[in-house]
């Protein structure tokens, strides 16, 4: 897949919506809105994004659709998207994991083709996994096998003008995972500690796994690279289970959160209306806390 002229053109109107780069950072206002539009169940890739941007958002997130476009499909879309005012904000969906210790080459290898990817994209930010727990291997050894891997992965997005998010998952959705909560995201993106590589705070998956949401956010801000939004059974819109999300906001407006936030949830009424819903809640919230604050 090569990048063509369309995708290059836009680039630095892209850089400057999604206000990922290396600029001054913005106010609490800047803060975008993303949605992951496979939780969308719709039929169309096309009509994920009318929906989106019916909702008044402007980012999507995706894992598997851009792998089998066409270079006359991504101009299309692409040009629609524009149309819409709505980018691609993150990829995921890299066949590698940064947690296995004597696969660093290959690993580099895929790191660079999707940054390539994302680049041709217009997207800012790829998705990284630790890949499994190895039983036979100590776990303070796929530890260093993690930070020297996202060390390099570093410089190559680096190169790209990508930054990378690494995703704990909750043992409930995968029993075989090495990463498997915030506090030891953390832990590893501090070692790391390149300005590129932060931790994707998904707070289902952080719920269902060790709850204290509030207290790690507060604890750990400044490595937050993007946050994740749904609740917890079902993992449907906010106000469906137990997480408040009232309160999480409020956190994130107190402690000046401008990144993106993104809704990962599948929604249990029309999707325009749920999604349209849930960002002016976080809206009102983020900025009482926000206010509260000043």
């Known amino acids: 897949m090569k990048p063509d002229t369309l ?5 630095s109107a ?6 990922l780069s290396s600029a001054p950072t913005p106010a609490l206002s800047a803060s975008k809105f993303s949605c992951e539009i496979h939780m969308l169940k719709l039929p169309s890739y096309d009509r994920c994004i009318e929906v989106i941007a019916e909702a008044g958002y402007q980012g999507v997130e995706l894992i598997g659709y851009f792998q089998k476009w066409t ?3 991504q101009r299309r879309i692409l040009a629609k998207m524009s149309s819409l005012n709505v980018v691609i904000d993150m990829l995921s969906g890299l066949q590698a994991s940064f947690a296995i210790p004597g696969q660093s080459e290959e690993f580099a290898t895929s790191v660079s083709e999707h940054c390539r990817i994302a680049k041709g994209l217009e997207c800012p930010q790829i998705n ?3 890949g499994k727990k190895l039983p036979a291997v100590d776990p303070q050894v796929q530890y260093t096998a993690a930070v020297e891997n996202l060390l390099r992965a570093s410089d190559i997005a680096d190169k790209q003008g990508i930054n990378i998010v690494i995703e704990p998952i909750d043992l409930i959705e995968n029993p075989t995972i090495f990463l498997t909560s915030v506090k030891e995201g953390f832990e590893i993106v501090r070692a790391v500690n390149r300005p590129n590589v932060k931790v994707l705070y998904d707070f289902y998956h952080e719920q269902r796994g060790g709850g204290n949401l509030i207290e790690k956010l507060e604890a750990y801000i400044e490595w937050v690279g993007l946050v994740h939004i749904a ?11 137990e ?6 906001y409020r956190s994130l407006g107190k402690l000046n959160y401008n990144r993106v936030i993104g809704m990962e949830y599948a929604p ?6 749920s999604l349209r819903k849930a960002r002016l809640d976080a809206q009102k919230a983020l900025a009482e806390g926000h206010g509260a604050k000043m």
């Open 7 to 11: 995708i290059f053109a836009t680039i």
């Open 14 to 19: 892209f850089e400057r919506s999604m206000n």
């Open 71 to 73: 270079s006359e499909e």
């Open 128 to 130: 990284i996994k630790s």
């Open 231 to 241: 609740d917890v059974p079902g993992r449907n819109e906010p106000g469906t289970g």
């Open 243 to 248: 997480i408040d999300y009232t309160n999480i």
């Open 268 to 273: 249990t009424t029309d999707p325009v209306a």
